[in-house]
């Protein structure tokens, strides 16, 4: 009887690394929302040009929301021990990944020569330059997590084991979380009006 209530308060309690990610999570959000609030209170202050959000957010979007579904597939398949189809989705997610980065940097060009706002020039740009700038930070980092998914995907023995289970439900949190976090960043920008 012991053993079995042992086991349940085993399953119930959380694993520390993942305890970790999700307070790294946390002070991410309280990031992000800090310089949220800086921007709604420095807009209120005058000297704030409103412009439109530049077209290829919407195509970071589209790439970040796709890679969100395929890191799911590769996990989904990795647990099935379908190799090549996990392969292919790890593949997948990080060419996404990269295309999310590089419509970032097309709408930073964007918000420069076609609005005529380069870094700088307004706190109502360089409030988005940062926001964006910073949010492709923590991508970079993913994107690294990504790449020793696929070290692994590709020179280990596909094995599903408690630890290799982890570590890539560990990936996908975060990759999910960035995911969130640019979702809340882009309504914020629509309903903030830039």
Known sequence: MDIAIKDQETRNKIHPKKFALYASCASIVMLFASLSSGFIVRQAQGNWVEFGIPS????????????SLTIYLSYTFFKKNATSLYRLFLVATLFLAIGFCVSQYFGWVEI????????????????????????VAHVFGGIIVLLTALFHAFFLHHRVTKTRLLRFELSMIYWHFVDFVWIYLLIFFIYNQS
């Open 112 to 135: 420069k020569e076609i609005i005529g706002l380069p870094l700088g020039a307004n706190p109502s740009a360089d409030f988005v330059y940062v926001l964006t700038m910073l949010h």
């Open 56 to 67: 290829m957010f919407y195509w970071s979007t589209a790439c970040i929301l796709g890679s």
